[in-house]
């Protein structure tokens, strides 16, 4: 069964930490994998990454994609209060139109 | 900017009563799909819509009916709400091909 297993569960740092969250991924015949960001209301899409697009950076967020090893991770440097939120990672197989999502990472920035 | 909207933010019902939550998006995207998001348990599909009148069972569909009578609306019906329906619901739609998903605002719906 294709799931996805984010890590960790949540995590607590202060401003001006770098974070890494994880995502790895167990699928049939991969094909896109996204990031979102959500804080209290709806997701809001970071990046997708494909075979073609394996790393993305806007501003301080960056993602790499490793489809050899089945996972991708999502850097935050230089942390603000404003980046406490849950981040969801989700991927999609070829011939589907379904996305499967992990549980997400929360995250929380202390000032 | 895509627009993707959804009638109610918040929503109290009684078990029994027939929902009808209604999603809107503003952009021509081909792809529509209902999840239900609840704590410890992510993001689950409940339909999803690859075009107009067309409609596929995502992962947890018991209970649940969609419509898709024009390309920028899909609603999700509760036939006969129950309490276990109670959940935060998430609408999104995407253009097409290879192309990301975006969700509209989200409906908490409660039923008592």
């Known amino acids: 069964e294709d799931k996805v297993v984010q890590s960790p569960l949540s995590l607590v740092v202060h401003e001006g930490d770098t974070v890494t969250l994880n995502c790895s991924y167990e699928?049939?015949?991969?094909?896109?994998l996204l990031w979102y960001k959500q804080e209290k209301k709806a997701p809001t899409f970071l990046f997708m990454l494909?075979?073609?697009?394996i790393e993305k950076k806007s501003g301080r967020l960056s993602s790499i994609l490793d489809k050899k090893e089945l996972f991708s991770i999502l850097n935050i440097t230089a942390t603000q209060t404003g980046d406490s939120a849950v981040y969801l990672c989700?991927?999609?197989?070829?011939?589907?139109?379904?996305?499967?999502f992990g549980t997400g990472t929360r995250l929380k920035v202390l000032a | 900017d895509v627009k993707v909207t959804q009638s109610s933010r918040y929503l109290v019902k009684r078990t029994g009563e027939k929902v009808f939550l209604e999603c809107v998006q503003d952009?021509?995207?081909?792809?529509m799909f209902w999840y239900r998001q609840d704590p410890g348990l992510g993001l689950r599909l409940i339909y999803f819509?690859?075009?107009?009148?067309?409609?596929e069972k995502g992962d947890i569909p018991e209970g649940y009916s969609v419509s898709r009578e024009k390309k920028e609306r899909f609603s999700l019906i509760l036939e006969s709400a129950s309490t276990n329906q109670t959940s935060m619901y998430l609408c999104?739609?995407?253009?097409?091909?290879?192309?990301?998903?975006?969700f509209g605002p989200g409906t908490r719906l409660t039923v008592l």
């Open positions: 989700a991927y999609r197989n070829s011939g589907t139109y379904k996305y499967i």
């Open positions: 952009m021509d995207h081909e792809n």
């Open positions: 699928v049939t015949n991969f094909r896109s």
């Open positions: 999104a739609s995407r253009l097409g091909g290879n192309n990301e998903q975006f």
């Open positions: 494909t075979s073609s697009g």
């Open positions: 819509s690859y075009d107009v009148k067309m409609k």
